[in-house]
């Protein structure tokens, strides 16, 4: 089992679809968690931090179950920027080397 | 942004040459890596750094060597580059204290072809 799943769609959606992605992780020490955007043959940009108790920003919304061990990525309102492949990273407490999923790709369409 | 820079940002090299790729940060983050991405296979540790001078392996370090002299400076060699290496590079750099992660920053890439 990989560390950490995502899928990879992609996703299709039109905008202003609401539109939810879950990320798996396999290592229950695990403490940091965060959400990356990459678009096409650019670096990946931090999207926002996971933290316990859920976070929102603006259209974007975090949660993290620990008992399930996933995260997800909520995104409200989908825009044509939207479109990008979504990564999630995991970092297990104490550790300094971050786990990255594949990526699940987004597509949002007019 | 934090200021991270890599360079080149595109080579194309020959089979059995040495290529060094560098990534320079001015944020004095005390941890640097080096990734690769590839179709299919998402972003690979090559190799990682936790301070001056030292130095550790990630999963694909074959072929490759490190060296970081200085805080702000992480050098990326292969030694002898063949086409499986090419790829699109990856420096990012991070810092954690008191136990908390503030994530990860990273450079714009080095797109490099082994012809």
């Known amino acids: 089992r990989k560390e950490v799943e995502q899928d990879p769609g992609p996703f299709n959606v039109p905008e202003g679809a609401t539109v939810a992605f879950n990320c798996t992780y396999s290592?229950?020490?695990?403490?940091?968690f965060f959400w990356y955007r990459q678009d096409c043959r650019k670096e990946p940009k931090l999207l926002m931090s996971v933290y316990s108790s859920g976070n929102e920003d603006g259209r974007f919304t975090a949660q993290l179950n620990r008992a399930s061990q996933y995260i997800s990525l909520l995104i409200r309102d989908s825009k044509l920027s939207d479109s990008a492949t979504y990564l999630c990273?995991?970092?297990?407490?104490?550790?300094?080397?971050?786990?990255f999923g594949r990526g699940t790709s987004l597509i949002v369409h007019p | 942004d934090a200021g991270i820079t890599q360079s080149p940002r595109h080579k194309v090299t020959e089979t059995g040459t040495p290529v060094t790729l560098r990534c320079h940060q001015t944020e004095n983050h005390r941890y640097m890596y080096w990734y690769r991405q590839d179709p299919g296979h998402g972003l690979r540790l090559i190799h990682y750094s936790y301070g001056v001078k030292d130095t550790d392996k990630g999963e694909v370090s074959d072929g490759y060597s490190v060296s970081r002299s200085k805080t702000e400076d992480f050098l990326l060699t292969l030694e002898s580059a063949t086409s499986s290496q090419t790829s699109v590079y990856f420096c990012a750099i991070s810092e954690s204290s008191s136990g908390r992660d503030y994530g990860y920053t990273f450079g714009s890439g080095t797109r490099l072809t082994v012809v």
């Open positions: 290592n229950s020490a695990s403490q940091s």
């Open positions: 990273v995991v970092n297990a407490g104490g550790s300094y080397i971050p786990t």
